[in-house]
Nanobody
Framework: QVQLVESGGGLVQAGGSLRLSCAAS????????MGWFRQAPGKEREFVAT????????SYADSVKGRFTISRDNARNTVFLQMNSLKAEDTAVYHC????????????????????WGQGTQVTVST
């Protein structure tokens, strides 16, 4: 099993930056593809970014491409989401998630592929 704890959320002005972290428990972190999802009030959860086990492959939602960067440090059991040029529409609760992956370059964009979820961290972008 994997337990995930997000941190780094907060209130930021439009155009600003935040870096989210997700710390995972256990010694098999490198066996999991990781993803970030977000959910705004009254909206469905949506995919933000994903990274393969090795970190060699990434994918982003069109709405964040060029502004957000996902990365991971397998030695520290941590995945990051660097968010730049934030917009009001980025306001949401951000969750990290882990998906068992058999191949090192596999990643997942569908939330249904993820078996483990963190509790989330609030990101609020003010205008």
């Amino acid at each position: 099993q994997v337990q995930l704890v997000e941190s780094g959320g907060g209130l930021v002005q439009a155009g600003g930056s935040l870096r989210l972290s997700c710390a995972a428990s256990g010694r098999t972190f490198s066996s999991y593809a990781m993803g970030w999802f977000r959910q705004a009030p009254g909206k469905e959860r949506e995919f933000v970014a994903t990274i393969s086990r090795s970190g060699s492959k990434t994918s982003y939602a069109d709405s964040v491409k060029g502004r957000f960067t996902i990365s991971r440090d397998n030695a520290r059991n941590t995945v990051f989401l660097q968010m730049n040029s934030l917009k009001a529409e980025d306001t949401a609760v951000y969750h990290c998630a882990a998906a068992q992956a058999y191949y090192s370059d596999t990643y997942y964009e569908n939330s249904k592929d993820y078996g483990y979820w963190g509790q989330g961290t609030q990101v609020t972008v003010s205008t």
